[in-house]
């Protein structure tokens, strides 16, 4: 069974552009998560999804972050425009239902904004 | 706000018995889950506790008291592979499957 695949692994974008990060859950997982962690401080919570639903948005910093789920698959996390603060490895994980306790996240995106 | 410490480094050597702590400020209690994380590598699923007491998955243990709002993990037979950070967590809230990480403990193992 494929994990959690995330795309791009490394992302080196100027202030003031767009980013687009991708996250393919695994199969069969409806609970999608988005973190971030920055500085080598802990990971933080950005948003929930359930199915193509945003369940939870709490963590989102900002309005110049866009998350998407499209058919309750994939996700893309959009910053636009970046900023120098946004700097940081952002994961994805998913679970299945009733089990949030255990998610399973991919390997991290590292953004780069400089 | 809720909150979860850990110590920030543990060092052990090869073979060693090491214990992770980590104490949780929370409004509400729905469990403690444990993740391990190399360098560059994705967070990885360990434990959990949702009840007082020991848990034991092969070498890894994990403990929770709620009535001391603490738990750990204790790492048995230490192996150069288990050099990596590890995270407590809790979950956010009732209507909530968001988690709440700790700041990290970076376990270095030596031989």
């Known amino acids: 069974e494929a994990g959690v695949t995330q795309f791009p692994s490394h992302s080196v974008i100027e202030k003031g552009q767009t980013v687009t990060l991708r996250c393919d859950p695994i199969?069969?997982?409806?609970?999608l998560y988005w973190y971030r962690r920055v500085m080598g401080k802990e990971i933080k919570f950005l948003l929930h999804?359930?199915?193509?639903?945003?369940?939870?948005e709490s963590g989102m910093p900002n309005n110049r972050f866009l998350a998407e789920r499209t058919g309750g698959t994939y996700s893309t996390l959009k910053v636009q425009p970046a900023e120098l603060e946004d700097s940081g490895v952002y994961f994805c994980?998913?679970?299945?239902?009733?089990?949030?306790?255990?998610?399973?996240f991919g390997p991290g995106t590292r953004l780069t904004v400089t | 706000g809720q909150s979860l410490e850990q110590p920030s480094e543990v060092t052990a050597v090869e073979g060693a018995i090491v214990q992770i702590n980590c104490t949780y400020q929370?409004?509400?209690?729905?469990?403690l889950s444990w993740y391990q994380q190399h360098d560059g590598g994705a967070p990885t699923f360990l434990s959990y506790?949702?009840?007082?007491g020991l848990e034991e998955t092969g070498r890894f243990s994990s403990f929770l008291s709620r009535s001391d709002s603490y738990g750990y993990l204790l790492l048995q037979e230490l192996q150069m592979k288990d050099s990596a950070s590890y995270f407590c967590?809790?979950?956010?809230?009732?209507?909530?499957?968001?988690?709440?990480f700790g700041t990290g403990t970076r376990l270095q193992v030596f031989p």
């Open positions: 994980a998913s679970s299945v239902a009733g089990a949030s306790y255990e998610q399973y």
């Open positions: 199969s069969g997982h409806d609970n």
């Open positions: 999804f359930v199915k193509e639903s945003k369940q939870d």
């Open positions: 929370t409004s509400g209690f729905y469990g």
């Open positions: 506790n949702a009840l007082d």
């Open positions: 967590a809790v979950r956010g809230g009732p209507d909530t499957d968001k988690l709440i």
